[in-house]
């Protein structure tokens, strides 16, 4: 019986959309758990914000395959992640017509946000080492 | 304060911080997302906003954000945890305490990591 929930929303009984974004929230929670540490670790640990530039960007971190892709996955499960988790807020605080709008907003934002990061990991050339 | 009179003790207040943390983290990504995209726009835009990030009250808001991650990420698994194991939820507090150990045990080094640049060592 996984009804209750201590913190987290607790489980729809009604299936459909529901269900499935609530089980989403699970399966995103687990890959950001790897994904969101292991980019905060490289930004902030073993590389450092002072080092960091466009040029360098450009020419190390960017200039790989592997970590566009690591980067493009993780902004794929962050945008849904976190647009479901706000649109359950927004569904708690708002009824009617705002909630609407509210939705409506929300959901045109996180497509914005999808498609500017799309464009920018897609679009830098990649500069060959050497 | 009505914050910790609502539902009361730590099952709400878990919920609470999990709520304002996840709010926090989503207004970062926005941020973010925008400041990567000026990277590929406007370099030169870019390399002022990571002087920013590089800078001391810039490295104290970089500790914020990953507390935030850090609670955030944890209270998740701990959420997921008792959601597919509901007898868990018998020691929901326990695992929410375990959860604050290995929040200071992780997030104090790596603070100091964060910060460490900004008093010269
Ligand atoms: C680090 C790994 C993460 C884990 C394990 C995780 C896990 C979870 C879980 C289990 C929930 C509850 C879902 C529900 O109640 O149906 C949730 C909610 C939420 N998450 Fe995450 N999450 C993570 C990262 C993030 C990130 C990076 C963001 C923001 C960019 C975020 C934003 C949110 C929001 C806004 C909510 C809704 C909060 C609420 O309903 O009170 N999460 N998360």
Redesign the interface.
Known sequence: MALYSRSGRPKPQSGGFELASWYFMRVSGVALFVLAFAHFSLEHFLFDPSEESATWIFNQRWNSLFWRSFDWLLLMMVVLHAFLGMRTVTMDYLKGGRRTLALATLYLVGVVVFAMGTIVVMSVPLTMPG | MLLLRYRGSE?ML??AF??IS??A??LF??LH??D??L???N??V??DI?KF??STP??IM?ILL?AA?LYH?L??????A???W?RL?VY?KQIWYANWIIFVAVGLP?AW??IK?ALGL
């Open positions: 099952g878990a919920w999990h709520r996840g709010i983290i989503w990504v926005l997302v925008l990567i995209y990277a590929g726009g370099p030169n870019y390399d990571l990030y590089a810039g490295r970089e990953g991650l990420g209270n998740g698994l701990r959420i997921m008792m959601d597919f509901p939820t929901h790596g990591l964060i640049p």
